[in-house]
């Protein structure tokens, strides 16, 4: 199983996955046309897709979900509380609206709530044999419920949103400052810290940071906050990448 981060941040999110036998989307955010390329230069083809896995309603997350399913068919997973944010699906013919755990083939997929503002948003854990890959991003806090089971995974796609310093002295309004710290918002570089400090183990190879603030981050302080958190919480563990906007990250063999 392998991954690569298709494109990541405010403008939009797509994330691929292949398995043994499975080709697998989290989410269709920024365009049909960007999606397309980034898929061909991993030598896919969008009608080879699989699964489409939503985690939100955000137009972030699924701005060319309409494009993308006038030519291609794939099963599409998400919560029917979703549905009234994206009408275009009520005539889609394959939708999933399964909540609990699923086994395809070799393949199982865990579902797990996270707290956004967007009706029943979630994150997803995929297992094939001794890999697994967690994706969380788009969350204001993790339920301490959650630890075991998004504990000693292979691979980590983590939300590391914005630098503290950087949003409360930057040009955001007040009430967007406080929606994006909430607890419906999104996670900060020492929020993602802690969260893998609790989550890292033996079986973990990689992790990537996501849906980083263009206008509150950047790629070396969020890999800078984030190794000094692991440290302080003493993890040792420095196999971190960066995923950004407009450019997919290389193949993650897990």
């Not at 897709?49 to 699924?62: E, K, N, P, Q, R």
């Not at 993308?68 to 599409?76: A, C, G, H, I, R």
């Not at 309004?173 to 802690?194: E, T, Y």
Request: with cysteine; aromatic share 10%.
């Amino acid at each position: 199983m392998w991954a690569s981060v298709l494109a990541s941040g405010s403008e939009g999110n797509c994330t691929f996955i292949q398995t043994k036998s499975k080709k697998i989307l989290i989410d269709l955010g920024m365009n049909n046309k960007y999606i397309v390329e980034k898929l061909a230069e991993l030598n896919v083809s969008p009608s080879e897709i699989d699964y489409v896995f939503i985690t939100h309603t955000h137009s972030d997350h699924t701005g060319a979900m309409k494009q993308f399913f006038k030519s291609n068919n794939p099963l599409v997973f998400l919560d029917e509380k979703m549905l009234p944010e994206l009408p275009f699906l009520y005539e889609y013919p394959n939708l999933c609206f399964e909540n609990h755990e699923m086994k395809f083939d070799d393949l199982t997929i865990e579902i797990f709530h996270t707290s956004h503002d967007a009706p029943a948003s979630r994150g997803y854990i995929f297992k094939e044999g001794d890999s697994s890959i967690v994706y969380v991003t788009d969350t204001g806090y993790i339920n301490h419920k959650l630890f075991d089971l998004l504990s000693n995974h292979s691979l980590y796609i983590f939300e590391s949103n914005h630098d503290i310093e950087l949003l409360m002295h930057g040009k955001y309004p007040p009430w967007l400052k406080a929606r994006i710290r909430g607890d419906k918002g999104h996670l900060s570089n020492s929020q993602c810290a802690f969260y893998l400090s609790k989550f890292i183990g033996p079986n973990t190879k990689q992790v990537v940071l996501a849906h980083l603030s263009k206008e509150n981050n950047s790629p070396e302080i969020a890999l800078e906050t984030v190794r000094s958190g692991l440290k302080d919480n003493n993890i040792e563990f420095d196999n971190l990448k960066v995923a950004t906007q407009r450019e997919k990250t290389d193949c993650v063999k897990v």
